[in-house]
């Protein structure tokens, strides 16, 4: 790794390691850990139990404090240390970009009633769970960043997932709304997904259903259960007045806890209501979904510098850096995600709250959730700001800490965890993985051995959003638009897995398309995995991917709306074929 980098990565850490020495002391339950002196632990339920020099092996999970004489409060976190696993010995799933999942009702982007109506299909095609894309919250403003990758925060969600008709109070400003609903109907003809036009539309029929209610008590209640919802959306109204970077703002906004951004929000305490209302909005429709199937949330690894969270949490991210990957074998430039990177020890020090939020709110209405590079637990590539990714260095994390912390929250949940764990993996993080009960990730297109070998505590599918579609990779289609935009594709490595996949099912190059997709799947059906998952692309045997790494100006990433609408697919026929191979009947 460079010295540049390093020098410049222990200037940005610093001396913060000292910041960390009373973070919170994390646990497994039922171990005993010593302490010095006599203490009194003050547990999350009331109770005050007093301890001599050991905190007791009893201690139930949960948010503890202890308190000694001599030093102040100290955070006790008391972890089961295990994530649970899915109640079922073996189940499928369905993956899903919701953006691109319209309907006829839909105003130009797939919505959280969308959801709902495809939650009932997989219902009825005997899947258990649909994957569902990150539905993080981006800016307010536009222009609307495309990537669900990229939020700006990963704790609350997308108002453009809002559907418009299921609004409490909208049927009775219905006539108002007609003529923003005739110009989100022309956006449903175009194959791309506009979400400046979506938002500038969806906001302006949300604002006049708001301006036409009263007073909304329950939303005291929300914010009462909550309170970084109204943090989060006094974001969103600062935002709207001075724009999408708060770097950029005045310098006394610039900060949460100024005394400013507490006037502003008494000043705007209407518009920021109306943000207020949008998450609660989401949350009751988000709910609506998750009671036809069990749905699992995606948690991406970071968020926009410029964005909510990173002004929330400002005190604990590293200034300077971006993170990303580092070359391979698939992408043999690295990766630059432009996402904001925590100082470990200032995230110990601030007792986990961000990651205990994150991971908390992405485990509402979810029967299980996939971290995008878990191995970001253990280690995250820094890129120095303005250096290429092959410059960049690993910073390691408190992952036996996280891990821990990970557990609590899926025990609470009563959800399983998915850990994606491809590209660079260190020795010994999947055996860690697996033994907290967090499922490995495996892919067909990455895996040499026949699928019958797969592990049993794993999720397995033959792609993702990141990577050819069946249909793309057998055509050749998606080797060539790589070729055609300068990537750099490792050629060898694509065709070698073109080979294996046609040995496997002895299928001629000219087979049927919809042929080849059902044979392929029928390859990962063999696996004893916990979870087989399918995505809607190979079901309806779409050649583009939703979304190419490295491509950011010159292909419609994260865009592309499916071929057919939510009333069309769950009709048809190559779905019903793919899920036969999956059930296991």
């Known amino acids: 790794m460079p010295r540049e980098t390093v020098d410049a990565i222990d200037r940005a850490l610093g001396r913060a ?3 960390s020495s009373r973070g919170p002391v994390v646990v497994r339950a039922g171990v005993p850990h010593d302490l010095a002196g006599a203490v009194e632990v003050h547990t999350e339920d009331g109770r005050t139990i007093a301890c001599d020099g050991a905190i007791p092996a009893d201690l139930g999970s949960g ?9 102040a409060p100290r955070s006790l976190i008391v972890s089961p240390g295990r994530c649970p696993l899915p109640e079922q010995r073996r189940s499928f799933g369905i993956a899903v970009q919701l953006y691109a999942t319209r309907s006829r009702r839909s105003w130009g982007i797939g919505d959280l009633a969308d959801l709902r109506a495809l939650a009932g299909w997989a219902t009825s095609l005997g899947a258990s769970a649909l994957l569902v894309n990150p539905l993080h ?3 307010p403003v536009t222009p609307q960043p495309a990537s669900p990758y990229f939020p700006s925060s990963r704790r609350y969600r997308n108002p453009l997932y809002i559907s418009v008709a299921d ?3 909208a049927a009775s400003v219905a006539g108002e709304l007609e003529p923003l609903q005739r110009r989100a109907a022309t956006l449903q003809r175009e194959p791309r997904i506009d979400r400046d036009s979506v938002h500038r539309l969806k906001i302006a029929a949300l604002e006049r259903v708001w301006e036409s209610t ?29 724009g999408a970077c708060w770097h ?3 310098g006394d906004l610039r900060h949460p806890h100024g005394g400013a951004v507490g006037r502003f929000r008494r000043e705007n305490e209407r518009r920021v209501r109306f943000h207020v209302w949008l998450q609660w909005l989401l949350e009751a429709q988000l709910r609506a979904a998750a009671e036809q199937v069990g749905l699992m949330h995606d948690v991406a690894v970071g968020f926009d510098p410029c964005g909510a969270d990173a002004w929330e949490w400002q005190d604990q991210i590293a200034g300077g850096f971006a993170i990303g990957a580092p070359p391979d074998e698939f992408n043999t430039i690295g990766q630059d995600w432009g996402l904001a990177a925590f100082d470990p020890w200032r995230l110990r020090a601030a007792g986990y709250r961000p990651f205990i939020e994150t991971i908390r709110s992405c485990l509402r209405h979810a029967s299980s959730v996939r971290l995008d590079h878990v191995m970001g637990l253990f280690r995250l590539f820094w890129v120095p700001d303005g250096a290429a990714p092959s410059q960049g260095a690993y910073v390691r ?8 912390i990970l557990a609590l929250e899926a025990e609470r949940a009563g959800a399983y965890v998915v850990g994606e764990d491809l590209g660079t993996v260190e020795p010994g993080t999947r055996r860690e993985l697996a033994a907290r009960n967090v499922l490995s990730y495996r892919l067909l297109w990455f895996e040499e051995t026949d699928a019958s070998r797969f592990p049993r505590k794993a999720l397995c599918g033959v792609t993702t959003h990141d990577l050819p579609t069946v249909a793309g990779l057998w055509d050749g289609s998606d080797l060539q638009t790589q070729l055609r935009l300068g990537l750099r594709p490792n050629v060898e490595a694509t065709e070698a897995i073109l080979s294996r996949v046609r040995d496997a099912t002895s299928l001629a190059p000219s087979a049927p398309i919809d042929d080849v997709v059902v044979a392929v799947y029928a390859l990962i059906a063999r696996a004893e995995s916990m979870v087989l998952t399918a995505t809607v692309e190979d079901m309806l045997a779409v050649r583009e991917r939703p979304n190419m790494p490295g491509t950011l100006d010159t292909r419609p990433n994260w865009s592309l709306a499916l071929p057919l609408v939510v009333e069309e697919l769950v009709r048809a026929p190559l779905p019903r074929r793919v899920a036969a191979e ?3 009947d």
Do not use: N
Not at 63 to 71: C, E, F, I, W
């Open 17 to 19: 390691g000292d910041e």
């Open 397 to 404: 994390y408190p992952a036996s800490d996280l891990l821990d």
């Open 582 to 584: 999956l059930r296991r």
């Open 63 to 71: 948010y503890h404090t202890v308190v000694d004489r001599s030093d």
């Open 137 to 139: 919250a981006p800016p």
């Open 167 to 169: 609004v409490p109070g």
């Open 248 to 250: 950029d703002w005045p």
């Open 214 to 242: 009263g007073d909304q008590p329950h939303l005291d209640r929300f914010i009462e259960a909550d309170p970084g919802v109204e943090r989060y959306a006094t974001h969103c109204a600062l935002t709207e007045r001075h």
